[in-house]
């Protein structure tokens, strides 16, 4: 017997897609960036400079622009880690597959208060809104000092100033180096401030 032409439906695009674990993922991910060019090391819990520090002009930027961008990655792990909401729904973003976290209730909660159904339509801000979520309520949940709140802080705004908005869009020549000096006093700290923060123990109380 013939089969009818148009009578399978395809599944895939209504097959949902899980993110309970969205946190851990990301935090593997920006471990990624800022380690595959082997101008960083990170081995048990800690960033540390490789001797290797040599990349072509492209490749330099391409670092600034991937250790940056591990930053942000890594600050918003830890407010998913320690269930601070962030998320803010996208339109126009009813496509593809659904998105559910089923064994993470506050994320689930998260996607049902923005009324998040698509993948599509998380829309995880900026680092400056993620780190004004931090400032707001990450840093007083985990009980962070207000120096090393403040800290953090500064590091964010000199990345965004220096090198996360230029590289991110542009080419520019005077970007094209590697400064060992500013990977060990700003990134290097950065991230493993970040790190520790990401490795603390979830304070669950209201």
Avoid at 22 to 43: C, R, S, V, W
Avoid at 101 to 106: D, I, R, S
Avoid at 166 to 174: A, L, V
Wanted: proline share 2%.
């Amino acid at each position: 017997m013939a089969k009818k032409k148009g009578s399978k439906k395809s599944t895939a695009a209504n097959k949902s897609i899980d993110i309970s674990n969205l946190d851990e993922e990301n935090h593997l991910y920006a471990i990624h960036l800022a380690t595959f060019q082997n101008l960083i090391t990170y081995q048990h819990g800690l960033f540390e400079i490789a001797e290797n520090n040599r990349l072509d002009a492209h490749g330099a930027v391409d670092f600034w622009r991937n250790i940056s961008l591990s930053t942000e990655i890594l600050l918003k792990a830890c407010l998913l880690k320690h269930e601070i909401p962030f998320f803010r729904k996208r339109a126009h973003g009813q496509y593809g597959q659904r998105v559910t976290a089923e064994t993470n209730p506050v994320l689930e909660k998260m996607l049902k208060d923005q009324k998040i159904e698509y993948i599509a339509e998380i829309n995880t801000g900026t680092v400056s809104t993620a780190l004004k979520s931090a400032e707001e309520k990450l840093f007083a949940k985990i009980a962070l000092d207000r120096i090393s709140s403040q800290l953090i802080s500064k590091m964010f705004y000199i990345i965004i100033r220096t090198r996360r908005n230029r590289n991110t869009h542009f080419y520019f020549p005077n970007q094209a180096s590697i400064d060992t000096a500013e990977i060990e006093m700003l990134y290097l700290p950065l991230l493993n401030r970040l790190e520790e923060i990401y490795t603390l123990e979830v304070n669950t109380a209201k």
